[in-house]
């Protein structure tokens, strides 16, 4: 097919994704005077987190929810709402007069010579490099059985799902006993009968609000653990990646007891479909009128047109990608330590990888004569 372009625009890096991995690479490349945009398929930056659940809140206080450069603004410890979280990146955004293009679905990613080359409907996008800032949760993972479900059956993902009203009248399986789904059933178990499906994953010992987690919580397990033990640096964190990769966190804020407090019934696996209704792994039918699934998420890059499948996650060396010169991963879980894909550690990666754009670079010019060279190139080309 023919695809007839609009407009082209040339720069020296492209990031892809305008979350906190973005920005945070954004921050170092306009530290450096790069000639670089950020690409976000979002109407606003920040729409990644107001699309979630309403009730949502984060794990870590507000103090440890800020990205270089700018602190989070409200008291220390204070667990921000996701809406609160989502107004903080585009004021980041605004603040640091980041390059934001908005409402720029990105549809491929491919390479001629040694151009990247960036489409996205009619227009087109060139550059040296291009940052993939996103996490490795872009779409929504489903068991093959889920379409075999009664279509009297209202079913969503988790990341469709955003207050009570969506569901109805009648009893509730969540599909997933992971951070989401505990917290959902908690939402919903005083409306619904509801059943949590899914392996234990463990817990904290204490609550993250609690004075034992300001002493134990943020400086010994997301200081401490996240940054500096489970890195690919260390033995054990070389060894305990793969599991990490492969199976969910315990549980951060809500605790068995919670769960059976509220009523949640916790029941085995659920391992396929009975006269439309869900099974149980030991056998047993729900009679449900409601299935979320907490199921998790699939990477989603399949719209790269680069030799990048590795195993569990695209290949690349720290964020790098080895064998494809200019092509570089931040957001991920654990590229290089269990907090890459956390707000208080992405940081840490986008410097890295900025700085390695900037080895392999030769001296930019100066942002304002990139501006005016780019202002002066023609802006159609033909397709």
């Known amino acids: 097919m023919h695809l007839t372009v609009k407009e082209t625009h040339n720069y020296h890096t492209i990031v892809i994704g305008a979350g906190q991995a973005g920005l945070s690479v954004g921050y170092f490349l306009k530290q450096q ?44 410890h204070y667990f921000p709402t996701k809406d609160e979280m989502a107004d903080y990146l585009e004021a980041y955004a605004e603040r640091l007069q980041l390059p934001v293009r908005t409402g720029v679905r990105v549809e491929r990613l491919s390479r001629q010579e040694d151009r990247f080359v960036v489409r996205s409907g009619d227009l087109r996008f060139e550059a040296s490099n291009v940052v993939v800032a996103m996490a490795n949760y872009q779409e929504p993972k ?35 006993a992971g951070n989401s789904g505990s917290e959902l059933a908690m939402e919903l178990a005083n409306r619904h009968e509801t059943w949590m499906s899914g392996r234990d994953t463990g817990h904290l010992p204490f609550r993250i609000e609690s004075t034992a987690a300001r002493l134990l919580w943020i400086p010994l397990v997301l200081r401490f653990l996240f940054h500096r033990v489970l890195t690919v640096d260390t ?15 315990p549980l951060i804020r809500v605790k068995p007891e919670d769960l059976a407090a509220a009523g949640v019934t916790r029941v085995p696996k659920t391992v396929g479909v009975r006269d439309g209704r869900p099974v149980l792994e030991d056998g047993q039918v729900l ?8 199921t998790g998420f699939q990477p989603g890059f399949s719209w790269i047109d680069l030799p990048i499948q590795g195993n569990r996650e695209p290949r690349h060396e720290r964020g790098v990608v080895p064998d494809i010169p200019g092509l570089y991963f931040v957001g991920l879980h654990f590229l290089t330590r269990q907090s890459s894909s956390m707000i208080h550690g992405v940081g840490r990666d986008a410097r890295y990888i900025a700085d390695t754009i900037a080895a392999r670079s030769v001296a930019p010019a100066p942002a304002e004569e990139a501006l005016r060279l780019r202002t002066n190139e023609p802006q159609t080309a033909r397709g």
């Not at 449900?288 to 907490?294: Q, S, T």
């Open 33 to 76: 005077g790069r000639d670089f945009i950020i690409l976000d398929a979002n109407e606003r930056v920040g729409d990644s987190w107001r699309e979630r659940w309403d009730s949502l809140r984060l794990f870590t206080p507000a103090r440890y929810d800020g990205l270089v450069g700018m602190p989070f603004p409200g008291p220390s």
């Open 235 to 249: 033995p054990i964190g070389r060894k305990l990646r793969p599991k990490m990769l492969s199976r969910g966190g």
């Open 142 to 176: 489903l068991p093959s059985f889920a379409d075999e479900l009664d279509s009297s059956i209202v079913q969503l993902h988790s990341c469709e799902y955003r207050n009570p009203s969506q569901l109805q009248d009648g009893g509730l399986l969540i599909v997933g």
């Open 287 to 294: 009679d449900v009128a409601n299935v979320i699934w907490c």
